[in-house]
């Protein structure tokens, strides 16, 4: 059996500007820093005042939406959020 290489896809912080972009699309005005850990990983640090008065859930559920799209799919370049910090200071 042949190995095969395959493709890994866009360099992370192209996709890191993708994530960004897409979070920033959904809630307006966020302070927003994503930081590749590896490939298809990534941290996300959001600040936003859309946050306040909403659970954790619902705050995280908000950035999942909105980069649901980089997620989806066999060929989805975000593998996993590792780390995911939502705060409205």
Known sequence: MALQILNQGPPPEEIA???R???AGAIE???IEVMPRGPGHFEIS???QAFAGKTR??????VYGAIADLMTGAQAPVHAIDRLDCRTS
């Open 46 to 48: 959001v600040v936003s």
């Open 57 to 62: 859930v619902k705050q995280h559920q908000l």
């Open 21 to 23: 972009d897409a979070i």
């Open 29 to 31: 005005g966020a302070d």
């Open 17 to 19: 500007g993708k994530l």
